[in-house]
């Protein structure tokens, strides 16, 4: 009968040992998918950030089109 004990509890420290890594396991993979996806969520470009660069690029383009009137202007 201790015999008996024995394997049982030695079956239950096993299938303990596999949930335990399982589990740990799992989370560790949780842990290097949310890195993951805040690492992608810094690098994404929000709208707000594309009307900024619009507009930067509006402004750019505006003064470059002036430019090039007065240059017209100036030749002629």
């Not at 507009?55 to 383009?61: A, S």
């Not at 240059?71 to 002629?76: I, P």
């Amino acid at each position: 009968m201790d015999r008996a004990n024995e394997i049982i509890a030695a079956i239950f420290t096993a299938m303990i040992s596999m949930g335990a890594w399982t589990v740990k396991k799992m989370f560790n993979r949780i842990e290097k998918v949310e890195a993951q996806a805040d690492r992608i969520e810094r690098n994404l470009l929000t709208r707000e950030d594309l009307q900024q660069i619009k507009e930067t690029q509006n402004l750019i383009l505006q003064h470059l089109l002036e430019h090039r009137k007065t240059e017209q202007e100036k030749n002629g």
